[in-house]
């Protein structure tokens, strides 16, 4: 008989995966403490923007026309416990408030609450991202607190938001930390498909499969700050960053992807993961091997201060004080409605500390931007955004800002200046309609 599986959590990372199981065939009950959450998921709907996301979510929730019935949702742990063989923990992980390391609470809560509830025999998956070690202690919540026979593996999650169900589907990989030929047996299961498809199967023990997560994140965040350092190191010699990434990108060892330079990475993970990982490694009397990583963090840091001072000086070099500043995008990534972490809304905040007047639109973000920084103004589009503005900030590379006429946004600013923080819109179409164009780490035309 197939598999029944259950998500806990239904975050990015839950919601994605609970609709992608379904869609391999499985019956999937999903849970969340939050009822809001699982009353607008059972409807269908999802809490987040995500790209594909709420169609899959409807071919199978239990009650949407057409759907195959496959995927319902609670907040019942005890139903939790008896419907599924392979329940999967996807909950968040977030940096703790004041410190680097990252907060257990939400995924120590799930452990506990579920394990009482499984008399059978059962497999239960984390997929969050933790400190290296926490495995371990988790298996040993499972044996103390399950009446049934029940294991612990770790299957890192490698989604990115944006492309969450397209790499949910068709992972570049799947990693499994396990203890038994049996575990590894039902997660071959549950993974046929994408095995079948061609996705890498990779067994390894507890400690890697929780490392891979964390190397692979840091290694990623490391590449974009070196290519920030270089932009740095060209608007000191006047060299063209984008243009270094094009050439050192071509050597095959280097690769292509993950070189774009600007107001460098944000977001819920990378900024987390890698300062937790320099925590756990102090913990581990390993902080020697990621001392790196604190200059990753500040390279990228430093983007955002210089995007300010960028900014101020297109304002005529002194105080913010009067001066209007439009700021076009406010998620840490276009295709996303997160600001988490946003190096967008981070340098709409600190110029406003500065007296500046700033307007932010982002055509998904604007209401997770209000939440988070009520005090900045809004606009519904990226021609009132500009409005009398003295300056205009590219933050986050939306298609449509790709698409905006420069022509048109002309006619509405005070002055036709605009800083490209994410080197994505067509600096000669801009300069050609008359504006100053200035890009991060490229020289001045
Ligand atoms: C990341 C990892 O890519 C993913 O594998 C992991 O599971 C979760 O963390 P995500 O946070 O969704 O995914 O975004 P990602 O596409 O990695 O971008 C992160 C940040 O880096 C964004 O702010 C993006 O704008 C920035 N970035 C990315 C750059 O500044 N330059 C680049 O070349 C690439």
């Known amino acids: 008989m197939a598999l029944k599986i259950t998500v806990i959590g239904t975050g990015y990372l839950g919601a994605t995966h609970a609709a992608a199981m379904a869609e391999l065939g499985f019956e999937v009950l999903g849970l969340d403490v939050v009822p809001e959450k699982i009353e607008l998921l059972s409807s269908g709907r999802v809490p987040m923007y995500e790209p594909g996301l709420e169609d899959l979510l409807r071919r199978h929730v239990a009650g949407a026309e057409g ?257 209007r500043v439009a700021v076009l995008g406010a998620t840490f990534k276009p295709d996303s409605d997160d600001v988490r972490d946003s190096p967008a809304l981070n340098v709409a905040g600190q110029i406003q500390l500065q007296g500046g007047q700033v307007t932010v639109y982002d055509p998904k973000g604007n209401d997770n931007a209000r939440r988070l920084f009520p005090t900045l103004a809004y606009a519904d589009s990226a021609q009132e955004a500009v409005r009398g503005a003295d300056v205009v900030l590219h933050l986050t590379e939306w298609r449509e800002f790709r698409e905006l006429d420069p022509a048109v946004l002309g006619e509405a600013v005070s002055s036709r200046i605009v800083l490209d923080g994410r080197n994505a819109l067509d600096g000669e179409a801009w300069r050609a309609a008359g504006w100053t164009y200035r890009a991060m780490g490229r020289p001045r035309a």
């Not at 999967?88 to 120590?108: I, L």
């Not at 756990?280 to 983007?303: I, K, P, W």
């Open 67 to 323: 759907s195959t019935g496959r995927l319902r949702f609670t907040t019942s742990w005890e139903e939790v416990g008896a419907f599924g063989d392979v329940h999967f923990v996807c909950v968040n992980t977030p940096q703790k408030h004041g410190e680097y390391a990252c907060d257990m609470s939400f995924v120590d809560a799930a452990f506990t609450s579920l394990a009482p509830h499984l008399h059978g025999p059962a497999l239960v998956v984390g997929k969050s991202t933790v400190p290296v070690g926490s495995a371990e202690r988790l298996a040993r919540v499972l044996e103390e607190q399950s009446p049934g026979d029940v294991e612990l593996a770790w299957n890192p999650e490698f989604l990115r938001e944006g492309f969450a169900v397209d790499d949910t589907l068709h992972p570049d990989r799947i990693v499994v930390g396990v203890r038994s030929a049996h575990a590894e047996k039902l997660l071959r299961e549950v993974y046929a498909t994408p095995v079948a498809e061609g996705s890498p199967f990779v067994v390894t023990d507890y400690p890697t499969a929780e490392l891979v997560k964390t190397a692979a994140n840091s290694f990623l965040a490391t590449k974009i700050s070196f290519i920030n350092a270089m932009a740095e190191v060209c608007e000191a010699a006047g060299g063209d960053v984008v243009k270094l990434a094009e050439a050192i990108g071509h050597d095959e060892r280097i690769g292509r992807k993950f070189l774009r330079a600007g107001v460098g990475f944000g977001g819920g993970c990378l900024p987390k993961d890698i300062r937790a990982f320099m925590a756990r490694a102090g913990e581990l009397g390993a902080d020697q091997a990621l001392t790196f990583l604190r200059e990753v963090d500040s390279v990228n840091m430093r983007r955002r201060g210089h995007m300010v001072e960028l900014a101020r000086e297109a304002v005529g070099g002194g105080s913010f004080l009067g001066k």
